[in-house]
């Protein structure tokens, strides 16, 4: 088993499924865990479990809900002004819904959380990333990415049409090409930055989904195809800790081993053009 004492670990949305099982798994190996949940008594709750099971007292609860801007600042300050070091930040906080949304900043809501969220509290914490180098970033992104072969800039969230599977793929290429653009951006700095698809797995991601669309997610995440929370917290934990990923940086990985995305994941300049998007979108351009 990696040692993991040393380390502060951030992990979003750690209250259920494959958060909650990177967390406890990371607070095992005797990681400094801090836990991004929304619900205060989930949290707490997933928080005293972890706890018990791990033996680790070090596991620390803050409160934010991703969809919105002005939290997703407030948490990266609060976590600056409680932590003067981030060795670890894993973006895994997803949702997926069936009709449109917005948030509260007027961004609807499946690109806000899945992929801006992702954007604008990694670069909120980068300064504290490149401050504890080595250091790494890991995000949560899925096999749904290649359902698209371009992120539709033209109606970017969806409010011409919103066909629910095709604007969740759209967020997890999102946050690959992210993934990707700011492992180029951060060459030289020792924070490392990889994507993950965490494989299929039985959580509560896509409860949401109604109509036609139901009888597709209940087939897809029904518990013969699916694998566990557990099992699907593998590669992130992996990709946290593993000595054998130490330096490496810009990769997608499934199941512990580097792959191959799809190849719309690679186009460069659609890195950059949503790079300078997601900026003006979170307000990091001015």
């Known amino acids: 088993m990696n040692k993991m004492e040393d380390k502060v670990c951030l992990v979003t949305g ?8 990177t967390a406890l798994g990371l607070a095992k190996m005797g990681a400094t865990v801090v836990m991004v949940c929304r619900d205060k008594q989930r949290g707490e709750a997933a928080r005293i479990e972890i706890r018990r099971e791990s033996g680790n007292d070090s596991v620390d609860l803050m409160l934010a809900d991703l969809s919105s801007q002005a939290q997703i600042r407030k948490l ?3 976590f600056k002004d409680r932590y003067q070091r981030l060795d670890v930040l894993i973006n895994n906080a997803g949702i997926g819904l069936a009709k449109r949304k917005e948030n509260t900043d ?21 300064e504290r990333l490149k401050a504890s180098a080595p250091s790494r970033v890991v995000n949560v992104s899925s096999f749904a990415h290649s359902w ?18 095709q604007i969740y793929a ?23 930055v990889n994507a993950l698809d965490p ?40 990709l946290a800790s593993s000595p054998e990923v130490e330096g490496v940086t810009g ?22 053009r949503l790079w300078k998007v997601s900026e003006e979108l979170t307000g990091l351009a001015s």
């Open 14 to 21: 750690a209250n259920s499924g494959i958060g909650k099982e």
């Open 76 to 78: 990266a300050q609060e």
């Open 106 to 126: 007027g961004i609807e809501m499946t690109f806000a959380v899945n992929h801006l969220a992702c954007f604008l509290l990694t670069n909120l914490l980068l």
């Open 148 to 165: 698209i072969n371009k992120i539709n800039f033209e109606d970017l969230q969806g409010k011409q049409k919103f066909p629910p599977m």
């Open 170 to 192: 759209q967020s997890k290429l999102a946050i690959l090409m992210f993934s990707y653009e700011l492992a180029r951006r951060l060459t030289g700095t020792g924070v490392t």
């Open 199 to 238: 494989g299929l797995v039985s959580t509560n991601l896509g409860h949401e989904v109604t109509g036609p669309l139901i009888t597709v997610r209940r087939l897809i995440f029904s518990n013969f195809l699916a694998i566990t929370p557990q099992e699907g917290a593998q590669t992130s934990i992996y």
């Open 251 to 272: 990769k997608y990985f499934s199941k512990q081993r580097p792959k191959r995305s799809s190849k719309a994941s690679y186009d460069r300049e659609t890195w950059q």
